[in-house]
């Protein structure tokens, strides 16, 4: 267990739909980020947040928006989803900017 | 733009066989570069971070050592167990940049 916590573990909806993942970081830990990860394109970054607050943006659709909470649990909302939005997602938190620690993935699936 | 680049895609190898995965990045400044393992379906599980040219950190049968231009995964009488695809990832320095990462060697042991 890495100490970070992703729900659900699994997610099967149809196109259009919307659906929010979920993750709680390490405790202690005050970023929080993002990632996709499908067959072919490895881990690409999403957005961070820092103790609430948006830090950086990667190559988010404007479909996909997060928050990070007082609590610091992030969600991901993805909506108007589509076939290629189907993949693996991670979330990660750190200390400070170094060391990310993975949780174990939401895998989505939308038919 | 900061890349990482992954060779080879692939590499399967016998139980015993000693060899190197490869990871070569361009980076505008470099921060840390970081090894992970993937097993299937599952999270990165974080394996070293490296901060400076010359610099080579073990770990079992893992060694990892970093240049200006790439770093190396060696893996020495490798186990079945150790069939995981291993991720590279670099952290550019400046504002708050996320971790960069490469598409991964997917290893495979065969006893």
């Known amino acids: 267990d890495s100490g970070v916590t992703q729900t659900p573990k699994h997610l099967i909806t149809a196109t259009g739909q919307r659906v929010t993942l979920r993750c709680s970081p390490r405790?202690?830990?005050?970023?929080v980020y993002w990632y996709q990860q499908s067959l072919d394109q490895g881990l690409q970054f999403l957005i961070q947040y820092y103790n609430g607050e948006e830090r950086a943006k990667g190559n988010i659709l404007e479909r996909f928006s997060a928050q990070q909470f007082p609590d610091l649990h992030s969600e991901l909302n993805l909506s108007s989803l589509e076939l290629g939005d189907s993949a693996l997602y991670f979330c990660a938190s750190s200390p400070m900017t170094d060391g990310y620690t993975f949780g174990s993935g939401t895998r989505l699936t939308v038919v | 733009e900061d890349q990482v680049t992954q060779s080879p895609e692939a590499l399967r190898l016998q139980e015993g066989e000693s060899s190197s995965l490869n990871c070569s990045y361009t980076?505008?400044?470099?921060?840390?570069l970081f090894w992970y393992r993937q097993d299937p379906g599952k999270g990165p599980e974080f394996l070293f971070t490296l901060y400076s040219a010359g610099e080579e950190k073990e770990k079992e049968r893992l060694k990892a050592t970093l240049t200006k231009k790439e770093s190396f995964l060696h893996i020495t009488a490798p186990k079945p167990e150790d069939s995981a695809t291993y991720l590279c990832a670099v952290h550019p320095r400046g504002g708050n940049t996320p971790l960069v990462f490469g598409k991964g060697t997917r290893l495979s042991v065969i006893a």
């Open positions: 980076v505008s400044g470099l921060r840390g």
């Open positions: 405790s202690g830990d005050l970023s």
